[in-house]
Protein backbone atom coordinates (compact mmCIF):
# COMPACT_ATOMS: atom_id res chain seq x y z
CA UNK A 1 0.00 0.00 0.00
CA UNK A 2 2.07 3.34 -0.75
CA UNK A 3 2.25 6.23 1.21
CA UNK A 4 -0.33 8.66 -0.09
CA UNK A 5 -3.35 5.78 0.73
CA UNK A 6 -1.97 5.44 3.97
CA UNK A 7 -2.07 9.06 4.55
CA UNK A 8 -5.51 9.72 2.85
CA UNK A 9 -6.48 7.05 5.15
CA UNK A 10 -5.19 8.72 8.50
CA UNK A 11 -6.54 11.80 7.55
CA UNK A 12 -10.52 10.55 7.27
CA UNK A 13 -10.08 8.65 10.08
CA UNK A 14 -8.86 11.34 12.26
CA UNK A 15 -11.70 13.84 10.66
CA UNK A 16 -14.21 11.21 11.58
CA UNK A 17 -13.25 10.72 15.14
CA UNK A 18 -12.86 14.75 15.37
CA UNK A 19 -16.24 15.24 14.19
CA UNK A 20 -17.18 12.80 16.76
CA UNK A 21 -15.44 14.18 19.62
CA UNK A 22 -14.08 11.35 20.37
CA UNK A 23 -10.51 11.86 19.03
CA UNK A 24 -7.31 11.50 20.15
CA UNK A 25 -4.18 13.74 19.41
CA UNK A 26 -2.35 11.97 17.09
CA UNK A 27 1.73 12.67 16.00
CA UNK A 28 3.23 10.53 12.91
CA UNK A 29 7.10 10.90 13.46
CA UNK A 30 9.54 10.44 10.09
CA UNK A 31 10.45 6.62 11.29
CA UNK A 32 6.64 5.78 11.17
CA UNK A 33 6.04 5.72 14.39
CA UNK A 34 2.51 6.62 15.28
CA UNK A 35 1.72 8.04 18.66
CA UNK A 36 -1.68 8.30 20.49
CA UNK A 37 -2.69 10.32 23.26
CA UNK A 38 -2.54 13.99 24.62
CA UNK A 39 -0.88 16.97 23.65
CA UNK A 40 0.58 18.95 26.34
CA UNK A 41 2.43 21.75 25.36
CA UNK A 42 5.13 22.89 23.29
CA UNK A 43 7.98 25.36 23.72
CA UNK A 44 11.50 25.85 21.99
CA UNK A 45 11.18 23.30 19.67
CA UNK A 46 9.91 20.30 21.38
CA UNK A 47 6.35 19.02 21.97
CA UNK A 48 5.13 17.37 25.44
CA UNK A 49 3.37 14.22 24.78
CA UNK A 50 1.29 12.16 26.85
CA UNK A 51 1.16 9.02 24.95
CA UNK A 52 -1.51 5.97 26.20
CA UNK A 53 1.19 3.49 26.20
CA UNK A 54 4.64 5.40 26.57
CA UNK A 55 3.31 7.71 28.95
CA UNK A 56 5.12 11.63 29.15
CA UNK A 57 7.40 12.00 26.69
CA UNK A 58 9.28 14.97 24.86
CA UNK A 59 9.13 15.29 21.12
CA UNK A 60 11.22 17.42 19.08
CA UNK A 61 9.22 19.36 16.35
CA UNK A 62 11.90 18.37 13.45
CA UNK A 63 10.99 14.69 13.85
CA UNK A 64 7.45 14.60 13.27
CA UNK A 65 5.87 14.28 10.27
CA UNK A 66 1.84 14.66 11.34
CA UNK A 67 0.39 16.11 13.97
CA UNK A 68 -3.42 15.77 14.83
CA UNK A 69 -4.48 18.14 18.24
CA UNK A 70 -8.03 18.12 19.15
CA UNK A 71 -7.84 20.48 22.45
CA UNK A 72 -8.17 24.51 21.95
CA UNK A 73 -4.31 25.64 22.29
CA UNK A 74 -2.73 29.10 21.88
CA UNK A 75 -0.64 28.50 19.48
CA UNK A 76 2.80 31.16 18.92
CA UNK A 77 4.53 30.54 15.85
CA UNK A 78 7.86 32.06 15.27
CA UNK A 79 6.56 34.96 12.94
CA UNK A 80 4.93 36.20 16.26
CA UNK A 81 1.66 35.21 15.60
CA UNK A 82 -0.87 34.33 18.13
CA UNK A 83 -3.89 32.02 17.61
CA UNK A 84 -6.26 30.09 18.94
CA UNK A 85 -7.53 26.70 18.74
CA UNK A 86 -7.05 23.22 17.39
CA UNK A 87 -4.63 21.55 14.72
CA UNK A 88 -5.29 18.88 11.89
CA UNK A 89 -2.80 17.29 9.30
CA UNK A 90 -2.65 18.11 5.73
CA UNK A 91 -1.61 16.73 2.36
CA UNK A 92 1.33 18.21 3.13
CA UNK A 93 4.22 16.10 5.04
CA UNK A 94 5.55 18.33 7.88
CA UNK A 95 2.21 20.98 7.62
CA UNK A 96 -0.59 21.63 9.26
CA UNK A 97 -3.90 23.38 9.53
CA UNK A 98 -4.99 25.71 12.26
CA UNK A 99 -8.46 25.55 13.00
CA UNK A 100 -9.12 28.64 15.02
CA UNK A 101 -12.00 29.54 17.42
CA UNK A 102 -13.30 32.08 14.53
CA UNK A 103 -13.66 29.50 11.92
CA UNK A 104 -10.21 30.62 9.97
CA UNK A 105 -8.04 28.01 8.81
CA UNK A 106 -4.41 28.78 8.72
CA UNK A 107 -1.60 26.27 7.07
CA UNK A 108 1.19 26.28 8.62
CA UNK A 109 4.73 24.18 9.02
CA UNK A 110 5.42 22.02 11.82
CA UNK A 111 8.79 23.70 12.89
CA UNK A 112 6.89 26.85 12.88
CA UNK A 113 5.36 26.22 16.01
CA UNK A 114 7.46 28.46 18.66
CA UNK A 115 4.78 28.04 21.51
CA UNK A 116 1.72 25.97 22.09
CA UNK A 117 -0.37 26.44 25.79
CA UNK A 118 -3.32 24.47 26.70
CA UNK A 119 -6.60 26.40 27.73
CA UNK A 120 -8.12 23.10 29.41
CA UNK A 121 -5.05 21.57 30.70
CA UNK A 122 -4.72 21.59 34.34
CA UNK A 123 -1.66 23.15 36.35
CA UNK A 124 0.90 20.57 36.48
CA UNK A 125 0.56 19.87 32.53
CA UNK A 126 2.08 23.56 31.96
CA UNK A 127 4.62 23.10 33.82
CA UNK A 128 8.37 22.60 32.80
CA UNK A 129 11.27 23.10 34.97
CA UNK A 130 14.66 21.65 36.04
CA UNK A 131 17.07 21.11 39.42
CA UNK A 132 20.84 21.07 38.63
CA UNK A 133 23.61 19.99 40.98
CA UNK A 134 27.34 19.82 40.79
CA UNK A 135 30.64 21.63 42.08
CA UNK A 136 31.85 24.69 40.67
CA UNK A 137 35.37 27.16 40.54
CA UNK A 138 34.49 31.03 41.45
CA UNK A 139 37.27 34.07 42.14
CA UNK A 140 35.61 34.46 45.85
CA UNK A 141 37.88 32.09 47.30
CA UNK A 142 39.64 30.08 45.06
CA UNK A 143 38.29 26.89 45.87
CA UNK A 144 36.20 24.12 45.16
CA UNK A 145 32.29 24.94 45.78
CA UNK A 146 28.88 22.71 45.86
CA UNK A 147 26.16 24.39 43.96
CA UNK A 148 22.35 23.91 43.64
CA UNK A 149 19.72 25.51 40.75
CA UNK A 150 16.15 25.30 39.85
CA UNK A 151 13.76 26.90 37.04
CA UNK A 152 10.00 26.39 36.43
CA UNK A 153 7.69 28.59 34.27
CA UNK A 154 3.88 28.24 34.31
CA UNK A 155 1.77 29.50 31.24
CA UNK A 156 -1.54 30.89 30.79
CA UNK A 157 -3.60 32.35 27.44
CA UNK A 158 -1.92 35.79 28.20
CA UNK A 159 0.66 35.39 31.22
CA UNK A 160 3.67 33.58 31.64
CA UNK A 161 5.77 32.64 34.78
CA UNK A 162 9.00 32.25 35.63
CA UNK A 163 10.90 31.20 39.08
CA UNK A 164 14.46 30.25 39.03
CA UNK A 165 17.14 30.20 42.30
CA UNK A 166 20.83 29.54 42.41
CA UNK A 167 23.23 28.37 45.23
CA UNK A 168 27.05 28.43 45.59
CA UNK A 169 28.19 27.79 48.79
CA UNK A 170 31.49 26.42 50.32
CA UNK A 171 32.85 24.46 53.44
CA UNK A 172 36.05 25.33 55.12
CA UNK A 173 36.87 23.70 58.37
CA UNK A 174 33.75 22.01 59.15
CA UNK A 175 32.17 25.46 58.31
CA UNK A 176 29.73 26.35 55.56
CA UNK A 177 29.37 29.51 54.12
CA UNK A 178 26.39 31.50 51.28
CA UNK A 179 29.00 32.70 48.74
CA UNK A 180 25.87 33.67 46.33
CA UNK A 181 22.46 33.52 46.07
CA UNK A 182 19.82 34.78 43.30
CA UNK A 183 16.32 34.09 43.44
CA UNK A 184 13.81 35.78 40.86
CA UNK A 185 10.26 35.53 40.09
CA UNK A 186 9.68 36.94 36.95
CA UNK A 187 6.00 37.73 35.37
CA UNK A 188 5.05 38.56 31.77
CA UNK A 189 1.66 39.88 30.53
CA UNK A 190 0.93 39.98 26.70
CA UNK A 191 -0.28 43.33 25.42
CA UNK A 192 -0.15 42.78 21.14
CA UNK A 193 2.41 39.66 19.71
CA UNK A 194 5.03 41.70 20.34
CA UNK A 195 5.19 43.99 23.41
CA UNK A 196 4.53 43.02 26.54
CA UNK A 197 4.35 43.89 30.25
CA UNK A 198 6.72 42.92 32.73
CA UNK A 199 7.35 42.74 36.80
CA UNK A 200 9.72 40.79 38.79
CA UNK A 201 10.89 40.63 42.10
CA UNK A 202 14.51 39.45 42.83
CA UNK A 203 16.70 38.62 46.18
CA UNK A 204 20.51 39.01 45.55
CA UNK A 205 23.53 37.77 48.04
CA UNK A 206 27.28 38.41 46.92
CA UNK A 207 30.18 37.99 49.14
CA UNK A 208 32.34 38.78 47.11
CA UNK A 209 30.62 42.19 46.19
CA UNK A 210 29.63 42.35 50.32
CA UNK A 211 26.75 42.22 49.66
CA UNK A 212 24.47 40.74 52.12
CA UNK A 213 21.84 40.56 50.88
CA UNK A 214 19.74 42.68 47.88
CA UNK A 215 15.78 42.50 47.35
CA UNK A 216 14.57 44.08 44.34
CA UNK A 217 11.23 45.18 42.76
CA UNK A 218 10.59 45.61 38.83
CA UNK A 219 7.95 46.86 36.98
CA UNK A 220 8.65 47.75 33.19
CA UNK A 221 7.56 46.84 29.55
CA UNK A 222 9.42 44.04 27.19
CA UNK A 223 9.62 43.28 23.44
CA UNK A 224 9.78 40.20 21.47
CA UNK A 225 13.31 41.50 19.45
CA UNK A 226 13.50 37.89 17.79
CA UNK A 227 11.61 34.93 17.83
CA UNK A 228 13.33 32.09 15.27
CA UNK A 229 13.13 28.29 14.38
CA UNK A 230 15.99 27.85 16.76
CA UNK A 231 16.68 30.92 18.85
CA UNK A 232 14.70 34.28 20.34
CA UNK A 233 15.74 37.13 21.80
CA UNK A 234 13.59 39.19 24.51
CA UNK A 235 14.51 42.98 25.47
CA UNK A 236 13.23 44.29 29.21
CA UNK A 237 12.96 47.61 30.24
CA UNK A 238 11.39 49.72 33.05
CA UNK A 239 12.05 51.29 36.53
CA UNK A 240 13.50 48.83 39.54
CA UNK A 241 13.42 49.94 43.56
CA UNK A 242 15.93 48.10 45.66
CA UNK A 243 17.27 47.78 49.31
CA UNK A 244 20.38 46.18 50.11
CA UNK A 245 22.56 45.49 53.17
CA UNK A 246 26.40 44.99 53.40
CA UNK A 247 28.33 42.29 54.87
CA UNK A 248 29.64 45.14 57.69
CA UNK A 249 25.74 45.20 58.43
CA UNK A 250 24.82 48.99 56.49
CA UNK A 251 21.47 48.90 55.62
CA UNK A 252 21.00 51.52 52.34
CA UNK A 253 18.28 53.35 51.67
CA UNK A 254 15.60 52.51 48.63
CA UNK A 255 17.85 52.88 45.20
CA UNK A 256 15.85 53.28 42.41
CA UNK A 257 17.06 52.25 38.77
CA UNK A 258 16.46 51.90 35.11
CA UNK A 259 17.58 48.26 33.95
CA UNK A 260 18.75 47.14 30.56
CA UNK A 261 17.40 43.45 30.19
CA UNK A 262 18.17 41.01 27.35
CA UNK A 263 17.01 37.09 27.77
CA UNK A 264 18.39 34.92 24.80
CA UNK A 265 17.72 31.01 24.24
CA UNK A 266 19.15 29.22 21.35
CA UNK A 267 18.17 25.46 20.73
CA UNK A 268 19.73 22.55 18.62
CA UNK A 269 18.09 18.96 18.42
CA UNK A 270 19.76 17.68 16.25
CA UNK A 271 23.49 15.72 17.14
CA UNK A 272 24.75 17.02 19.57
CA UNK A 273 21.61 18.26 21.30
CA UNK A 274 22.44 21.61 22.72
CA UNK A 275 20.53 24.08 24.71
CA UNK A 276 21.45 27.36 25.62
CA UNK A 277 19.94 30.13 28.03
CA UNK A 278 21.14 33.44 29.09
CA UNK A 279 20.49 36.75 30.55
CA UNK A 280 22.26 40.00 30.54
CA UNK A 281 21.64 42.91 32.53
CA UNK A 282 22.79 46.49 33.24
CA UNK A 283 21.30 48.64 36.09
CA UNK A 284 21.61 52.74 35.80
CA UNK A 285 21.18 54.37 39.29
CA UNK A 286 18.94 57.18 39.44
CA UNK A 287 19.57 57.53 42.76
CA UNK A 288 23.24 57.72 43.36
CA UNK A 289 24.85 59.39 40.64
CA UNK A 290 27.14 57.47 38.17
CA UNK A 291 26.85 53.53 39.48
CA UNK A 292 26.25 51.00 37.15
CA UNK A 293 26.04 47.48 38.06
CA UNK A 294 25.66 44.59 35.76
CA UNK A 295 24.64 40.86 36.08
CA UNK A 296 25.02 38.28 33.59
CA UNK A 297 24.68 34.60 33.02
CA UNK A 298 24.54 31.90 30.80
CA UNK A 299 24.19 28.40 30.78
CA UNK A 300 25.44 25.67 28.24
CA UNK A 301 23.60 22.10 28.34
CA UNK A 302 24.11 19.26 26.64
CA UNK A 303 22.16 16.23 26.34
CA UNK A 304 23.40 12.84 27.69
CA UNK A 305 20.61 10.80 27.82
CA UNK A 306 16.98 11.58 27.39
CA UNK A 307 15.91 14.12 30.52
CA UNK A 308 19.62 14.49 32.07
CA UNK A 309 21.79 17.07 30.68
CA UNK A 310 25.61 18.45 31.43
CA UNK A 311 25.66 21.65 31.95
CA UNK A 312 28.32 24.72 32.00
CA UNK A 313 27.19 28.07 33.21
CA UNK A 314 29.19 31.24 33.25
CA UNK A 315 28.23 34.37 35.20
CA UNK A 316 29.71 37.68 35.92
CA UNK A 317 28.86 40.53 38.76
CA UNK A 318 30.13 43.82 38.25
CA UNK A 319 29.01 47.24 40.62
CA UNK A 320 31.54 50.01 39.89
CA UNK A 321 30.09 51.45 43.72
CA UNK A 322 29.95 48.24 45.99
CA UNK A 323 28.64 48.67 49.79
CA UNK A 324 31.13 50.31 51.31
CA UNK A 325 34.19 47.52 52.81
CA UNK A 326 34.46 45.50 49.46
CA UNK A 327 37.54 44.82 48.19
CA UNK A 328 36.68 44.12 44.75
CA UNK A 329 33.85 45.33 42.59
CA UNK A 330 33.73 41.86 39.92
CA UNK A 331 32.91 38.29 40.68
CA UNK A 332 32.86 35.93 37.72
CA UNK A 333 32.74 31.76 37.78
CA UNK A 334 31.72 28.77 36.73
CA UNK A 335 29.28 26.33 37.44
CA UNK A 336 29.59 22.63 36.13
CA UNK A 337 26.51 20.41 37.47
CA UNK A 338 24.01 17.73 36.41
CA UNK A 339 20.68 18.26 35.25
CA UNK A 340 17.18 16.66 35.41
CA UNK A 341 14.43 18.56 33.20
CA UNK A 342 10.56 17.87 33.12
Same mark, same amino acid.
Given at each position: ?????? #??????? %? %?????????????? /????? $?????????? /?????????? +????????????? +??? %??????????????????? #??????? !? @????? @???????????????????????NRLTGSVTAGFSFTKTNGIGQFNFSGD?????? +????????????????????????????? $? #???? $??????????????????????????????????????? *????????????? @???? @?? !????? +???????????????????????????????? $??????????? #???? *?????????? %??PYINFDNMPPSGSASNFDFGIVVGLSY??
Open positions: MSGRII #TAIFMIF %M %MHTGALGQGKDTII /LKNGQ $TLIGAVKQAN /LGAIRFDDID +LKLITIKLIKIKR +LVV %MERFKIETVDKEFYYGSMR #TTDREGW !V @EIHTV @EGKLIPLHITHIFQLISLEAGFFAAYSTK +LIDYSLSLSSIGSLDSGRYSRDNENMQFL $T #TYDL $TTTWFLAAQAQYQRNLELSISRRYLLLAGVGNKLFIKKT *WRLLGITGITVSQ @EKST @EG !VSSVA +LFEIPATLLFNFYQFQHPDIQITSSQSVYFSL $TQKGRIRYDGS #TTFS *WQLIRYFYFN %MSKF
